[in-house]
């Protein structure tokens, strides 16, 4: 049993994809800059090759808290 690697638009798995994951390995998720992460960022393979808790969605940011005095175009 293995899970294939997730896809995740505007966003990355760390540390590097590898092509399938065995039960109980865990990935983690980042989000490409102003993206926000919805959705858990660890994420592990089950017995029944699907990723739980579900694989989460990366979101154009609506506020930039991080970066004070940043404008948006």
């Known amino acids: ?22 039960p109980k390995d865990t990935i983690t998720f980042e989000c490409e800059p102003g993206y926000v992460i919805r959705g858990p960022s660890v994420v592990q393979c089950q017995l029944n090759n699907t990723w739980q808790p579900p694989v989460p969605v990366c979101e154009q940011g609506k506020c930039l808290a991080s970066t004070p005095g940043a404008s948006l175009p």
């Not at 049993?1 to 065995?22: F, M």
């Open 1 to 22: 049993a293995r899970c294939p690697a997730p896809q995740i638009q505007n966003g990355r798995i760390v540390p590097a994809p590898r092509s399938s994951y065995a």
